[in-house]
C-alpha cells in the first residue's frame, strides 16, 4: 500500500555531510509519522528521527542529537534527514520508516551511509 524510497546515501569522511531522503508513495493517510532507523553491521537496528506531519513535531536520539535533522520537504509525504558532523561510528544502512497511528508500519529499503576516519 505505502512504498518508501530512501536516497542521498554514499561514503564520506568525518566531518562530513549528507542529506538522505525518503518518500512515501501510494495510499497514504492523515494520521501517520515518518522516521529514520539505522543498523550497523552487527548491531540491532537503531533510532534516529521521527517526524509527525499531524502535529509538525521532531524528535532525535541522543547519540545524533545536534548532528542530524529530520525534515519535510517541499514535496509532499517527503522527509529529509540532513546529517552534519558525521563520525564513522555512524556507518550504517540507514532505513525510513513509515508507521500508521493504530495500523501497519512500512520500511524502505535502505541506503548505505559509510563514514571513513
Known amino acids: 500500500q505505502v512504498e518508501l524510497v530512501e536516497s542521498g546515501g554514499g561514503s564520506v569522511q568525518a566531518g562530513g555531510s549528507l542529506r538522505l531522503s525518503c518518500a512515501a508513495s501510494g495510499r497514504t493517510f492523515s494520521m501517520y509519522t515518518m522516521g529514520w532507523f539505522r543498523q550497523a553491521p552487527g548491531k540491532e537496528r537503531e533510532y534516529v528521527a521521527r517526524?509527525?506531519?499531524?502535529?509538525?513535531?521532531?524528535d532525535h536520539a541522543d547519540s545524533v542529537k545536534g548532528r542530524f535533522t529530520i525534515s519535510r520537504a517541499n514535496a509532499k509525504n517527503t522527509v529529509y534527514l540532513q546529517m552534519t558532523g558525521l563520525k564513522p561510528e555512524d556507518t550504517a544502512v540507514y532505513y525510513c520508516?513509515?508507521?500508521?497511528?493504530?495500523?501497519?508500519?512500512?520500511w524502505g529499503q535502505g541506503t548505505q551511509v559509510t563514514v571513513s576516519a
Open positions: 520508516e513509515y508507521r500508521e497511528y493504530g495500523g501497519g508500519v512500512y
Open positions: 517526524f509527525w506531519w499531524s502535529s509538525g513535531s521532531t
